[in-house]
């Protein structure tokens, strides 16, 4: 029996960008996806960057968190921006849950700040 040596994640990262390229060539992935491929591969990438970028500091987990904090605050005026413009609405169910969510965050970025200070 032959020994079976995993891939490298850069190898299967790899094999995937390719397999999607393929995919794309051949007009094998639907338009509608390509917004949702194309937010998948940023998001992958900056989480990447911030590894990256984390793994020559001193203190890495500050590195991240500042990173998760920006990203979000990114998120929230995206949400935001689509608000104003009307593509986010009734429709959309999550936003009641993201309501909730957000004001019970800002209750605790409201507390911790003051705690803070």
């Known amino acids: ?4 040596a995993p891939q490298s994640p850069v190898a299967a990262m790899r094999a995937t960008v390719q397999s999607i390229e393929a ?3 051949q007009g094998a992935l639907p338009q509608d996806g390509l917004v949702d491929l194309k937010s998948a591969i940023d ?6 960057w911030a590894v990256i ?4 500091s001193p203190d890495p987990d500050a590195v991240l968190l ?3 904090l920006r990203r979000a605050t990114e998120i929230c005026r995206g949400i ?11 429709h959309q ?25």
């Open 80 to 90: 935001t921006t689509d608000l104003d413009a009307g593509t986010l609405g009734a």
């Open 23 to 25: 995919k794309l060539r």
């Open 1 to 4: 029996m032959a020994d079976y």
């Open 53 to 56: 970028s984390a793994a020559g």
């Open 66 to 68: 500042r990173f998760r």
């Open 43 to 48: 998001d992958a990438r900056l989480r990447l």
């Open 93 to 117: 169910r999550e936003l009641l849950e993201l309501r909730d969510a957000a004001r019970e965050m800002a209750d605790r970025l409201t507390a911790g700040i003051r705690g803070a200070g």
